[in-house]
């Protein structure tokens, strides 16, 4: 009896040692933490899974590290990032990159959430039940680190040396990607597949958004002149607009439009007088609608819609604007309202722009139906049931 006892005793202490030495880099299986699996670490691994100490789905992960990983990857801040082992927990700061995710079906690996995210997305499946680390322009990086993840993301590097500081020593990876233009969502978007290890989704949903947009593009390329428009962030001095780079910008553009504040000096957003634009003297105004765009706090837009009666109201009471008035876009009633996030994110610009094609050259997209595309968007590749207003007037 004794000696079975110091047996298991020895077993016990063997299994403490050996185990903590697999993971010592934080990846399964590494032992020498240099964080790489080899041939012989494999071998070590298969030895302790023959002898009960270490499971069937352990040793297949250690399998798995050994035959894919690592994996390098170069990030929108144009830095080669190496990637030791599957990712199974992030964290996205910006808002525009949570739909990817579910594109590609990777929500399950979801650390947690900005609340940013759970109030634009509150009818994607399982977002509010995850952990809320604040807004995404007021991060609470103790949150963050509390809920441990593999990988953080960024929009831009502005802020990176100061969250690496923050999320490095918890063995945090932070990666820089940009979703938001249209130049670099495709290469974005297969990097965000290629760290899911979800390629043959990323493929099927490039080949669907790509051939609306080569639809919609082949036909506004001959179109000449172009339509001027001018989109309206903002309903208080000064004016906001979205420049070049913005995701507007790109909708526009590929719609047929000339945005009107394209050529200015600045990228993203411009603040623009009223003079200045009736000066440009646009054809057609764009309203991209977020929750605080009208002063009552009335949603113009959203899921949770049943009607387009707020969008309706507003425009009509837009167009009595001294500012407004004098433009041919509202003496030509070419005042339009469309959804904030559609109009921003570049994995929907091809639906902003469907309906924006609509809009600026109906007879030209007399067989173009942007709700129709806009419906499959939502039911085939973000799995959640089409509805809500989007857009106003409905491009028919």
Known sequence: MDLIKCTL????????????????????????????VSADEVAAAEKLATEGKLSADDLQEIKHIHEKYPINITDSANRTVAIYKPVKRMIIQPTFEYEPVFILGAQDRLAAVTNTAQKCFFYMPGIKDKPAVGEYKEVDYEVVIENKPDIYILGSNKTIDDVESKLNPIGTTVIVMDLSSLDTFKDSFITLAKLMEKDDRAEEFLSWWESHLNDIKEKTDKIEPKRKVYNDYSNELPWSTGARTSGIDDAITLAGGFNIARNLDKLYYAQVDPEWVLQQNPEVIVIPAFHDYEPSGAYLTGYQLENGDNAREFIENASQWD???????????????????????????????????????????????PEAIHKEYFEKWLGVPYKGVWAYPQAR
Request: charged share 20%; hydrophobic share 45%.
């Open 323 to 369: 500012e407004w008035r004098q433009m041919e876009a509202v003496k030509n009633g070419r005042v339009y309202v469309l959804d904030g996030d559609t109009g921003f994110t570049s994995c929907k610009a091809v639906i902003a722009a469907a309906y924006m094609a609509k809009w600026f050259y109906s007879e030209q997209f007399k067989d173009l139906d």
């Open 9 to 36: 005793a020895l077993m016990l202490c063997l299994s403490l040692v050996v185990l903590p030495a697999l993971g010592a880099s934080n990846v399964p299986g590494d032992s020498n933490g240099d964080k790489i």
